[in-house]
């Protein structure tokens, strides 16, 4: 079945950069589909911080775009997040997930990585 | 940017009762583009409807989804224990992909 796994580093230093890694097994990035990153901070809601498509088609949450960036390596079937200058709100549970699969019109993330925590602090 | 209100906050319910969970969006969610989670502690969430009224597979038929436009509805027909959750909606329609802010569904 499809599986999605983050990985990186569980702590930042302030004013540093958040990268992570999602990899997909079980399906090809270069599906036609979308991949999407959400945060939620502790003990709050979901948020999306952007999308990829395996082509390098991007969009992001105008919230946080000056400071994000997602891309894929369609040669390792995974894809990336990267945020810079975070500060101690960016702290938060990091999910990588599957969708929207626009070619079969299924608007919905379905499949969803385990989530890795994300601490900012010094 | 859609804004997604999801109503009641908090619901209290028991075992065997129905839930009816609502979601508004700030302006027509087109094409119904809409999705529901279910997210447990501890947990990622859950896809359990798809364009508004479409089940995810495995998804028991207890969930059922309806609405258009700027109204939408995640209806659980006779909550099981395993059913007491937080559940979102997000819209597909424009970007960002927005969430509303969730309804817990507790006893």
């Known amino acids: 079945q499809v599986q999605l796994q983050e990985s990186g580093p569980g702590l930042v230093k302030p004013s540093g950069t958040l990268s992570l890694t999602c990899a997909v097994s079980?399906?090809?990035?270069?599906?036609?589909?979308?991949w999407s990153w959400v945060r939620q901070p502790p003990g709050k809601g979901l948020e999306w911080i952007g999308e990829?498509?395996?082509?390098?088609?991007?969009n992001y949450n105008p919230s946080l775009k000056s400071r994000v960036t997602i891309s894929v390596d369609t040669s390792k079937n995974h894809f990336s997040l990267r945020l810079t200058s975070v500060t101690a709100a960016d702290t938060a549970f990091y999910y990588c997930?599957?969708?929207?699969?626009?070619?079969?019109?299924?608007?919905?993330?379905?499949?969803w990585g385990q989530g890795t925590t994300v601490t900012v602090s010094s | 940017e859609i804004v997604l209100t999801q109503s009641p906050g908090t619901l209290s319910l028991s075992p065997g009762e129905r839930a009816t969970l609502s979601c508004r969006a700030s302006?027509?969610?087109?094409?119904?583009?809409l999705a529901w989670y279910q997210q447990k502690p501890g947990q990622a969430p859950r896809l359990l409807i798809y364009?508004?009224?479409n089940r995810a597979t495995g998804i028991p038929d207890r969930f059922s989804g309806s609405g258009s436009g700027t109204d939408f509805t995640l209806t659980i027909s006779r909550l099981e224990p395993e059913d007491f959750a937080v559940y979102y909606c997000?819209?597909?329609?424009?970007?960002?992909?927005?969430f509303g802010g969730g309804t817990k569904v507790e006893i």
């Open positions: 990829v498509y395996h082509i390098g088609t991007t």
């Open positions: 997930a599957r969708g929207p699969s626009v070619d079969i019109g299924l608007y919905g993330l379905d499949v």
């Open positions: 079980g399906d090809s990035i270069t599906s036609g589909t979308w």
């Open positions: 302006q027509s969610v087109s094409s119904s583009y």
């Open positions: 997000q819209q597909f329609a424009s970007s960002p992909l927005t």
């Open positions: 364009d508004a009224s």
